[in-house]
C-alpha cells in the first residue's frame, strides 16, 4: 500500500483549497494507494516553537512529533496551494518548517490555483523551499480560478482531469523507485531532558 499525504494549504473559512484537495483525492484513491488528507486548519500547529533546527529532528512537543509521525507515514505528498500575494500561503510554509528529517526524499506534487496567473508564482516560490527540504518535486499542476469558479463552486475542465491523473502517476513511480531511501528516515527524537 502506498500512501499519499494531501495537505491542504490554506486555512481560511470559505476557501477553495479544500475543494481542490477532495478532487486530487479522489482522483489519488486506489486499491494500493490509500490517501491522508491533512487539514492545516484543524491540524493544531501553532507558529513554529521548536528551540532546536528542524534539521536535527529533535522535537520538543507532542504536537511536532506527531506530525512527524504522520509526515513518515507517507510515501509522496501533494501540496495544495493557493496564490496569496505571489507566493503560498503562510500555513503551508509554517507546516514545512516545523520538520527536517521527515521530509527528505519524499517526492512531491504542487497543486496551485489562483486568480492572475493560476497559482504559477505559489508553486515557483515552493519549488526551492521544497528542494532545501530534500523534496523530490515531480512538477506541478497549475489551475486558474477564473475559467474554473462558478456561481455553483468550483466546477473543473476537462483536461483537468488528464493533468492531475499524469501528475500522480508521475508521483506514484517516484514513490515506488524511492521507496529504499524512504525506509531509511529517521524516527522523530525527543530532547534527552523530554525523555528523562
Ligand atoms: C490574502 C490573499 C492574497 C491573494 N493574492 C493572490 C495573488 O497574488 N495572485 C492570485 O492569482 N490570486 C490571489 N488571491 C486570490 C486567491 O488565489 C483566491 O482567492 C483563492 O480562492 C484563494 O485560495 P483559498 O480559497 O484556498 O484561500 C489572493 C487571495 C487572498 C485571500
Request: proline share 8%.
Amino acid at each position: 500500500m502506498t500512501t499519499i499525504g494531501i495537505i491542504i494549504g490554506s486555512t481560511r473559512p470559505g476557501r477553495v483549497g479544500a475543494d481542490v484537495a477532495a478532487w486530487v483525492a479522489e482522483r489519488a484513491r486506489r486499491t494500493d494507494v490509500e490517501v491522508d488528507l491533512v487539514d492545516l486548519a484543524t491540524l493544531g500547529l501553532p507558529f513554529l516553537d521548536e528551540p532546536e533546527p528542524a534539521a536535527s529532528g529533535i522535537y520538543r512537543h507532542e504536537h511536532t512529533r506527531a506530525w512527524a509521525r504522520r509526515v513518515r507515514s507517507f510515501d509522496a505528498v501533494v501540496l495544495v496551494t493557493a496564490e496569496y500575494n505571489g507566493a503560498f500561503p503562510a500555513p503551508l510554509k509554517n507546516a514545512l518548517d516545523f520538520l527536517g528529517p521527515e521530509w527528505a526524499n519524499l517526492p512531491a506534487t504542487v497543486v496551485a490555483y489562483g486568480n492572475s496567473s493560476s497559482g504559477s508564482r505559489a508553486a515557483t516560490a515552493l519549488l526551492p523551499v521544497l528542494v532545501g527540504l530534500g523534496m523530490l518535486p515531480a512538477g506541478p499542476v497549475l489551475l486558474g480560478l477564473r475559467d474554473r469558479l462558478t456561481e455553483h463552486g468550483l466546477a473543473f475542465l476537462p483536461h483537468d482531469d488528464a493533468a492531475v491523473a499524469s501528475a500522480l502517476d508521475r508521483l506514484l513511480g517516484l514513490a515506488h523507485a524511492l521507496e529504499p531511501l524512504r525506509i531509511t528516515r529517521a524516527e522523530p527524537q525527543a530532547p534527552v531532558e523530554a525523555v528523562a
